[in-house]
């Protein structure tokens, strides 16, 4: 499988030599994610501008050759760098990295996709800006653009970003370029700012799909708080997981709590972010993951769900307000309490050696990740990314790259009622999947409204090591089945898991199926990403 | 122009021959709106089931006849019942009037097209929910579910109603049936509750659309505030609107306000919204609209603006801590300053008489329409709907109907920058415009969000002056095509303005054309309706 040599030629005429990768060594770089792929890359092209994308996109259609752009690749647990379909060219469009706009009145950023979350970050406070990018979990060098075309999300106002992002610059699979909303229009105020254009809402398309390259995109940003408080619970029983819920959902339907601001993890997904594997401890082989749960810190033993909420407030008299109703809400339904505020966290920050003698708990650093860098507040964070390796021996490396490193990752992401039966329903199947599989079973749920709650169930392991990678793969194959048809729909998949989940309904796919190929006739773009092929033979 | 007999007898059958109205002077009501139209409609059918929009689908495809789907055809100021394009046979969705599913815990309504706001908002009242459903100026027997697919508006939570609606079941123009987001999974628990499903979302191509009839679609719920206030007040000249306009979106950044629960009113239309037309003042004739502003109350003489806010909190000091932001920011900054809560309109309804002598505005009136039975919190009104009688001699009907009643009404719908100067700018265009054509220049603001703010332009006038309904028509156009090349895109249409606007990228216009051509092959479904046909020509 090779480029003829006249598309090479007209690639490289487009983008420059230098940037279309054909080095097997370095393109077998892009051929690795974070779990076995067979996948192989034709060539990378390294596109620096929109019209070098159109170009590629034209030379693919005369070629009849396959591309799949990446952002930044960090899409860690659901495919990295790596194209769902075996022989496509991978369009890398890091060097589009420029923030092309940036308005401080307006709340508004304008990116390219290669715009990493450090990058806006670093941005914003360079200028002092009241307003900040409400980050991710994952990788601080992620693309905010490819984030939001996933439908990713972000901890604490406007988290759910595919919600807060206008005026998308799109290059369709015939290499047209459109724009979409009012930025169709070539002088509108509004293009970066009105949510919807005129007539039918195409953008929509654009997202979890391969029906356009998005080159640029406007992302609203939230203004920073003038006062936050973070509070934390533990839940030990699902009696008390489901109180909890009960009473966070009805301060969110009051306007007590916001969106995207309430984060629940289950025991082991708490443990990961707390410890590395005690290899030690357990002799060197993998113990069952329930005994694992002895190495919380004492303070933590028996619990089973530990809560994060954010309370974002205008002034003081809204932070003691809302402290008040969030307390008595709370207050004897839970395991354990606490909600810290600037004053607490400073004491904290002061008492944090005695506290952690108490606690068993490092105060200082916890109280650093939750308030002072919280990624509440938009600041992201490596934590996370390293827990990735989890389950590796040695030392995590100062800059992860689980793709490198051949730590293990999976992801899946279901959606689900906002209600503690729920959360309970799918923390006792995935535990019981990946137990039986041998790994520690991690959940975590996020409220992206007052409506419902997503997901992340995350499967950690060791690439190296090849029966628990095998053992990772059916354990995730099975949660994302067994979820699917208990009702827990998923709401985004990696190329894993493409062929495993799609729409029921066998009209709905004809629809996405006609789309796609009257948008792309030569099926040039991404093919098999979130297009759902697989059932299109199903239909009439 | 007739159907042909065996279409029609087709269509009796499917939906029963009562519900095929052909009788002329039955169809001509269809004919009219609130001005003058030239369509004929041959015939109107009206289906009871989703089964019967899809054989009645099935019938246009084969016959090759277009259908123009209404659910109550209150679109009043924009056409009303009236298809875009001559010769379409109306299909009326009302028998279409069942609540589907009701979710107290969840806060959501399942509706069909049928479904009114009233209907809706009395469904609540006999369950005594605690939620409520944000509802519209317009009239209380409008559509719900065609408000939501228009990106029509509620004053209040969730009023930006098109962010909030979930499962739209759709007829396609094929005649088959899909079902958006989650909805499309046999199975899913989340179908109702997540915004987005998975893959591509195809949800806003029926939104300001010709691509299907929606069927039934599910609405999000506000959960009743513990507290409400409403904030008035007045702005003389453009610095102080300017002024004002900052500071509230400033607290709609910081959490304070909410979406779509800042409406600004030029002195015109507070004006018609006061009084009817001062035909004996002005000696019978239309008087200059500079003169009318001599009937306003004395207390408002000399006002050019009047803003309404409303407050919504979770508990008495949240209200009391945004009431003190409230006034701090907009103190010595307005002109008048009046902010309503519970115990200051139960106290201003006791002394109603007194304070009527006072200031010359009938108080109870104006608390039970601001406060108590407010729009701000759901309660549907005709008071607007009743100001457009405004040019009309004699008493206003209690059943508005300005199709019958020949009043004359027309919408202009533009997207602004949440920015003073924009406001002015705009305000000071229509009024050009509108008292050049002898026409009193009525403009509303409304906040969708933080970025950006929608505006309607009223036009009124009296259908059965001839020289009035021209110069109306007029107006409409200058306004029309006057703003959208200003930079304020029109973000909603009427079937008098569908040619008037469209994005001026051809790029863009190319792909709607090719959606339609796919979806609805036989150019069956509503013809011209936000299809931008009238740009289709210019394509390559």
């Known amino acids: 499988m090779s480029l003829s040599s006249l598309a090479l030629a007209e690639f490289q005429a487009s983008v420059g030599a230098s940037y279309v990768i054909t080095d097997r060594s370095a393109v077998s770089e892009y051929e690795r994610a974070t779990f076995a792929t067979n996948q192989k890359i034709p060539s990378v092209i390294l596109p620096a501008s929109r019209q070098e994308v159109q170009e590629c996109v034209r030379i693919a259609n005369r070629h009849k050759l396959t591309i799949y752009p990446i952002s ?57 800006s009241q307003l900040y990018l409400t980050t991710i979990g994952g990788p601080p060098d992620a693309s905010l653009l490819a984030n939001a075309l996933e439908r990713g999300d972000g901890v604490g106002p406007l988290g759910d970003r595919a919600k807060y992002c206008t005026g998308l610059e799109v290059v369709l699979p015939n290499g047209e370029c459109i724009h979409t909303g009012l930025e169709a229009f070539e002088n509108s105020f509004s293009g970066k700012l009105a949510q919807f254009g005129l007539g039918p809402a195409i953008e ?38 489901t109180a909890a819920t ?5 301060l969110q339907q009051l306007g007590v709590l916001c969106d995207t601001a309430y984060s629940l993890w289950n025991v082991y997904r708490f443990l990961t972010a707390q410890i590395r594997y005690p290899w030690d401890a357990v002799g060197g082989k993998v113990a069952p993951p329930r005994e694992l749960l002895n190495h919380l810190p004492s303070a933590w033993k028996g619990v089973e769900w530990v809560g994060f909420v954010g309370i974002y407030s205008p002034s003081r008299a809204h932070a003691k307000a809302s402290r008040r109703m969030v307390r008595r809400a709370l207050r004897g339904k839970v395991s354990k309490l606490i909600i810290i505020d600037a004053l607490m966290a400073k004491l904290g920050k002061l008492l944090a050696r005695p506290l952690q003698k108490l606690t068993g708990v490092d105060v ?36 992860c790259n689980p793709d490198r490193d051949r730590s293990g990752l999976h992801w899946v992401c279901p959606a689900l009622p906002f209600e503690g039966a729920h959360i309970v329903c799918v923390t006792r199947t995935v535990e019981e999947i990946a137990i039986r599989h041998g790994l520690e079973p991690m959940c ?3 409220n992206m409204n007052q409506w419902y709650l997503k997901s992340f169930i995350v499967i950690m392991f060791d690439q190296e090591v090849p029966e628990e990678a095998t053992a990772a793969s059916k354990c995730h194959d099975e949660i994302v089945t067994t979820l699917d048809r208990m009702g827990y729909s998923m709401i985004r998949l990696g190329i894993q898991s493409m062929h495993l989940a799609a729409p029921s309904e066998q009209t709905y796919i004809n629809v996405i199926r006609s789309l796609k190929q009257t948008l792309d006739p030569n099926d040039i773009l991404s093919p098999g990403r979130y297009d759902f092929r697989h059932k299109w033979n199903g239909s009439a």
């Open 364 to 399: 200082r650093k916890m109280l650093d990740n939750a308030y002072f860098h919280s990624v509440f507040l938009g600041h992201p964070t490596k934590l996370e990314t390293g827990s990735i390796y989890w389950r590796k021996r040695g030392a995590t490396p100062p800059d």
């Open 204 to 241: 929509g398309l654009f997202f979890q799909s391969n029906l356009g390259i998005v080159t640029q995109i406007s992302i609203w940003l939230a203004r920073k708080p003038r006062h936050f408080q973070l509070v934390m619970f533990a839940a030990r029983n699902e009696a008390e997981v």
């Open 72 to 128: 930044r690749g960090r899409n860690w647990g659901l495919g990295s760098r790596v194209p769902v379909h075996d022989g496509c060219c991978v369009l890398d469009l890091k060097r589009m990295n420029q923030i092309i706009a940036f308005d401080e009145d307006n709340a508004v950023l304008t990116v390219e996709p290669g715009v990493t979350f450090q990058q806006a970050a670093d941005f914003l406070a360079e200028r002092k």
């Open 444 to 446: 975590m749920f996020f």
């Open 246 to 250: 009960k009473e966070l959902r009805e």
